[in-house]
């Protein structure tokens, strides 16, 4: 039987990702007899994907190597003893960044990746994570620097473009993140992820009708992103088209019926059609969803508001105003509120 283990580790060593995700896998299907689990190959799985930029993947590994405690112990047995036999190899410096910013160790794995782009200073990989620590802990201008070493090192590098364009967006440069989601297309025509952070970035433009179609570009290519239908029906509302708003909506709804926003967006729409029966059931769902949902707070306050039932009306708006994160709209809350005299606790 082929030693599916070595084999994995080599690949890993060499930077042969496909290979190392082969290996890994033939590793987990050909456990020794009496062995019911490992978790190391998953872990070298996760890694693989996380290299990739495929995050979904990503976390349905880690939750088969790095959920419980004796799966972290031996994991991490294995990493140690992975870069104790290659001190002088990037890779191994990297792989042990990857287990160490996973096991809420990040100062740590800071030194593993920049011992890593030490020894690969042509890599893109160490700074690609360097700049994920950074934004995790809100260092938004270190993680920016880390993101544009990674691209200037790997153009070609989708993951690290894509991050870059996010981070610029976090600080409204649209201008700067625009570029890299139109690059990112370029790499990967059909990641339709990409397609929906450009439509995201053009809608904070004002350029409402290039956002529809890149959000429609994003659905063709992933029909089941319930994200992706709400946001392109939070576009058609902005723009007074509330029939196409309600579409969108309920695709969302279809596509995932815990998603929550969508059921908070179709009861403002049937609250303003004064369908109150149908809007007290869609706050409702959505509280079941998410039971900090502040729009659908605020919509159940707006109905028991037009009943005449003050009492619990207050008692809505005040959650509503706990839970919503935009100063606006608590400060919307709170002036309507003063207006008729009451004051929320």
Not at 5 to 18: I, P, R
Request: net charge negative.
């Amino acid at each position: 039987m082929p030693d599916h283990q070595t084999a994995c580790e080599t690949a890993l060593l060499a930077g042969q990702w496909d290979l190392a995700e082969q290996e890994a896998r033939a590793w987990a299907r050909h456990l020794p007899t009496g062995v019911e689990k490992d978790p190391r190959p998953h872990f070298a799985l996760n890694a693989v994907h996380l290299v990739r930029g495929q995050f979904a993947e990503a976390w349905q590994a880690h939750a088969r190597c790095l959920h419980e405690a004796d799966d972290i112990a031996e994991v991490k047995q294995w990493v140690e003893a992975f870069v104790g036999r290659q001190q002088e190899n990037a890779h191994a410096h990297l792989i042990m960044g990857l287990f160490l910013a996973q096991s809420g160790e990040s100062e740590q794995s800071m030194k593993s990746y920049k011992e890593a782009a030490r020894l690969a200073p042509e890599s893109a990989y160490p700074h690609y994570f360097l700049a994920q620590i950074h934004e995790r802990a809100n260092h938004l201008e270190m993680a920016i620097k880390e993101y544009r070493e990674a691209v200037r090192l790997a153009p070609e590098y989708a993951p690290a473009r894509t991050n870059l364009g996010v981070a610029y967006q976090e600080q409204g440069r649209l201008e700067m993140a625009i570029p890299q989601y139109r690059e990112v297309i370029k790499l990967n025509p059909d990641d339709h992820i990409a397609h929906a952070n450009l439509a995201c970035a053009l809608a904070e433009q004002g350029k409402m009708e290039p956002a529809v179609q890149s959000y429609k570009t994003a659905l063709k290519l992933n029909p089941k992103d319930a994200e992706v239908h709400f946001a392109l029906g939070g576009l058609y509302e902005t723009r007074g088209r509330l029939d196409l708003a309600e579409r969108s909506y309920r695709d969302a709804q279809e596509a995932n019926p815990e998603f929550g926003s969508a059921h908070s967006a179709l009861g403002w729409l049937a609250l303003r059609k004064r369908q109150f029966q149908d809007a007290q059931e869609l706050f409702s769902r959505a509280l079941k969803c998410n039971d900090e949902d502040p729009r659908a707070y605020h919509g159940i306050a707006e109905l028991y508001a037009i009943r005449g039932k003050r009492q619990s009306a207050m008692e809505n708006y005040t959650k509503a105003v706990k839970h919503y994160r935009d100063p606006e709209m608590r400060n919307a809350i709170m002036n309507q509120l003063f207006q008729e005299g009451q004051v929320p606790d």
